[in-house]
Structure formats: structure tokens, C-alpha cells
């Protein structure tokens, strides 16, 4: 399976395959971001009923929606599939 395209941003071709080798290998570091990612993802998916009283409660919950929708991207950077 290839890398998400994000991770080679700006990256050089030359040094498209060091990134790479350098992501594969750094899975602590991907999984401690994978569980921080799900818990935030976890948050933000929580809505309080007193939202609702408020007249932005439509604010809050686009931005919480986007918010979502940023981190589960993120968390689809992280899922990489690792040698055996």
C-alpha cells in the first residue's frame, strides 16, 4: 500500500523515498498520533444538549463537523500498512 500523497508535500523527488523508508519506520510515533487523533475525534463528536439553547448552535456544530472532518483525514495519513 503507497503513502497518502499529503505526507510528499513540497517534498523533493529525489527525496520522496527517505520520507517514505522514514514514515514507515516511525510506527510508535504513528500509532501515540493514531490514539491521540481518535480521542479528539471522540471529543468533538460529543454534543451537550445546553448547545442547543444557545442561537450559534449551528456554529458550534459546522465547526465541530469540520473539526471531524480534519482529524479523520489526518487519521487516514496514519493508517499505513506496515511490513510483517
Request: a negative charge; hydrophobic letters at 40%; one cysteine or more.
Amino acid at each position: 500500500m503507497t503513502l497518502n500523497v499529503m505526507w510528499f508535500i513540497g517534498c523533493k523527488p529525489e527525496e520522496k523515498q527517505e520520507l517514505e523508508n522514514a514514515i514507515r519506520s516511525s510506527t510508535v510515533v504513528l500509532d501515540i498520533l493514531t490514539r491521540v487523533i481518535e480521542k479528539e475525534i471522540a471529543q468533538t463528536d460529543i454534543s451537550k444538549l445546553e448547545d442547543y439553547d444557545s442561537p450559534s448552535w449551528a456554529f458550534r456544530q459546522a465547526d465541530r463537523a469540520g473539526a471531524n472532518r480534519v482529524l479523520k483525514n489526518l487519521l487516514k495519513m496514519t493508517k499505513i500498512e506496515r511490513p510483517e
